[in-house]
């Protein structure tokens, strides 16, 4: 989405974030992990850098400051409403794109090159629902 945006022009209109919707990323210390090797691996086939990035988990209090929750699948979703304790602000990425369905996680798949189309799609969905 970063990447959208930016080559667009946009960017000083936008402020996107990432987190993590369970604990699974953040180590035992508190510190998130870095981004999945094969994952960084097919972003950078794009042109996208994703050096540095470290997982961060949602927290209640992110509700406040953000005007959208996008997450990939069902369960992002479920542990969304969770955490956030409300859904007005909560989408699936892929409605944006006209579908129903989640992005198969590529940690199960071992598919990156299906799940970044996937969530291409679904980005420049968005970025047209948010720039009418």
């Given at each position: ?6 080559d667009k022009g ?7 974030s ?11 210390n ?12 097919e ?10 990035k470290?997982?961060?988990?949602l927290?209640k ?7 959208y ?14 955490i956030?304790?409300?859904?007005k602000?909560?989408?699936?990425l ?7 369905d989640?992005?198969?996680?590529p ?6 090159r ?8 679904g ?10």
């Amino acid at each position: 989405m970063k990447k959208l945006i930016s080559d667009k022009g946009i960017n000083k209109d936008f402020y996107i974030s990432s987190s993590a919707t369970s604990s699974e990323t953040i180590h035992y210390n508190g510190m998130g992990s870095p981004v999945y090797p094969p994952a960084k691996a097919e972003l950078k086939k794009h042109g996208i850098s994703c050096e540095g990035k470290l997982s961060v988990q949602l927290k209640k209090s992110d509700y406040e400051n953000y005007d959208y929750f996008i997450g990939m699948d069902t369960a992002n979703i479920r542990n969304m409403k969770k955490i956030l304790d409300d859904d007005k602000k909560i989408y699936k990425l892929l409605t944006f794109a006209g579908r129903s369905d989640d992005v198969d996680d590529p940690w199960y798949t071992r598919d990156f090159r299906t799940a970044y189309e996937d969530i291409y799609s679904g980005c420049e969905g968005l970025l047209k629902n948010l720039t009418r």
